[in-house]
């Protein structure tokens, strides 16, 4: 069974920074991929950022690139999403997900795990 927990999510000003964590569990997941995804109130779920299974490819929206940095600690056994210059339009929940394959995918239907997402609000 794999888990997946987030974490670190809450209120920020615009131009502050955050850093989210992904703690995941079971038997295989550390050969799995994991990705960020971000869900803004009526709209639909979207990719932010992943990492592949040994953190050597990473892959990132164009519109955090630059601004986030996705890395992994496989012995931690979790993922960190560091946020920096945040802006209002990043306010969403944060979702990680875990895919099978391994690899650093943007598509949401590659993933077969999900967590329960955590709330990152940025004010203006």
């Known amino acids: 069974q794999v888990q997946l927990v987030e974490s670190g999510g809450g209120l920020v000003q615009a131009g502050g920074s955050l850093r989210l964590s992904c703690a995941f569990s079971g038997r295989t997941v550390r050969a799995y991929g994991i990705g960020w995804f971000r869900q803004a109130p009526g709209k639909e779920r979207e990719f932010v950022a992943a990492?592949?299974?040994?953190?050597?490819?990473?892959n990132y929206d164009y519109s955090v690139k630059g601004r986030f940095t996705i890395s992994r600690d496989n012995i931690k056994n979790t993922v960190y999403l560091q946020m920096n210059s945040l802006k209002p339009e990043d306010t969403a929940v944060y979702y990680c997900a875990a895919d099978h394959r391994g690899a650093d995918s943007g598509l949401r239907s590659d993933y077969d795990y999900w967590g329960q997402g955590t709330q990152v609000t940025v004010s203006s």
């Open positions: 990492i592949s299974w040994s953190g050597g490819s990473t």
